[in-house]
């Protein structure tokens, strides 16, 4: 079980992050920040993915190696010595309770933590905390009163060339400058950066001064004032509250009503995601063996879907209970329930009826559909012949 369980969940929370890379490198760009931010929040959003790739890589990794046995005879030669099936799940129970206690610490402290911390960078992105380059080709506001455009940009905005500059302040007055090269430098006023340009030529038009003055140069600096940025907000939505958090909430007559909903619908999709692992080695196991002389694969193809579709079902009552048109047992436990009862439904049908199986109809219908499809395509050059 321990090889297609690690590749299933390094594939899976790759792709995850995958889908979601594409998206933060366009928003990372378009905000001008540095693209070291998307790994900082890739590595955030980790254990959100881990969390639901866990169930499918348990599901494959029973599926896998109880069809591995199958297909080589193994299977029925440890049925035959006298091994039951229930025997088999030991090890595969254990593995689900030790993934359950991991999914615990995942979605329910790790994960808090982190997506506030993924919060709290985009919000240093968009508010320029991170230090945002200097886009290349457009007017860029650096404060209120200095606006600038560059034609290239090098070392994340640091050097820059083909610079073009319009700025205001008190000691200077209006300046309007063109320079080769530029750069940014550190001052010891935290709040202040300096600008230095190499190489331009400079407008100026101060109160008091009785025309413009213009001259060229080869360095000048201008002094360039911070924006005062705003402190990012305290950790305090449902998404960032730990399980006890969650419980404390939801139970807390003080609370508003809606806030309760919230956070009940949260928690209960957090128990759910779970409690899942605990069923599924039944149904990995039913749904793994194939039937006698056949090596389809078509039930792992079920269990996946059956899992994803309760995916979907968890999100559509975690969303049911947040804006209070259900309680949680009746639109989030009761799905999990018929999920449990398909699943030991399925093991019991495998291991109490003799010959049967839990997909014994579907593999007909799928057999039936094959020798159609044959038919048809033997068929059809026939028919084409006759037309000839």
């Known amino acids: 079980m321990i090889v297609p369980m690690i590749a299933t969940l390094t594939i899976a929370a790759m792709l995850l992050l995958l889908e979601r890379m594409l998206n933060l ?28 790739a866990l169930p499918i890589s348990l599901l494959l990794g029973v599926m896998m190696a109880v069809r591995t046995l199958a297909l080589n005879s193994e299977l029925d030669a440890l049925l035959g010595s006298g091994v039951s099936h229930g025997r088999l799940l030991r090890v595969p129970l254990i593995m689900a309770g030790v993934l359950a206690l991991v999914t615990v610490w995942l979605v329910g402290y790790e994960q808090p933590y982190s997506r506030y911390a993924y919060e709290r960078l985009r919000f240093e992105l968009q508010s320029g905390a991170l230090g945002a380059s200097i886009k290349v080709g457009e007017f860029t506001h650096l404060d209120d009163k200095v606006v600038m455009r560059v034609e290239a940009s090098e070392d994340g905005g640091q050097r820059l060339s083909g610079v073009f500059l319009r700025a205001e302040g008190k000691s200077y007055g209006t300046v309007v400058a063109s320079a080769e090269r530029a750069r940014f430098l550190a001052t010891d006023n935290p709040d202040v950066l300096l600008l230095r340009l190499f190489k331009g030529v400079l407008v100026q038009d101060k109160p008091g001064q009785g025309a413009p003055r213009a001259l060229s140069f080869s360095l000048h600096d201008i002094p360039i004032n911070l924006p005062r940025l705003e402190s990012f907000r305290e950790r305090g939505k449902q998404l960032e509250f730990t399980l006890s958090e969650l419980w404390q909430v939801s139970s807390d007559p003080g609370r508003p009503e809606t806030v309760q909903h919230l956070a009940q619908g949260t928690l209960h999709r957090r128990l759910v995601q779970v409690a899942v692992l605990l069923p599924l080695p039944f149904l990995g196991l039913a749904l793994a063996v194939p039937p006698k002389r056949s090596t389809t694969s078509l039930g792992i193809f079920v269990g996946i879907f059956l899992l994803l579709l309760l995916n979907e079902f968890n999100k559509a009552g975690e969303a049911a209970v947040q804006l209070g048109a259900a309680p949680p047992w009746l639109a989030i436990w009761t799905p999990f329930a018929g999920f449990c009862a398909l699943s030991l439904g399925a093991y019991w049908t495998l291991v109490r009826r003799v010959g049967g199986h839990p997909l014994a109809l579907l593999f007909a219908v799928s057999n039936r559909t094959g020798r159609m499809l044959s038919r048809l395509q033997k068929k059809l050059p026939l028919l084409a012949r006759q037309r000839d």
């Open 25 to 52: 490198f366009n928003f990372v760009i378009t905000e001008g920040g540095p693209v070291s931010v998307v790994w900082q929040m890739l590595a955030n959003l980790m254990p959100e993915q881990f969390g639901f």
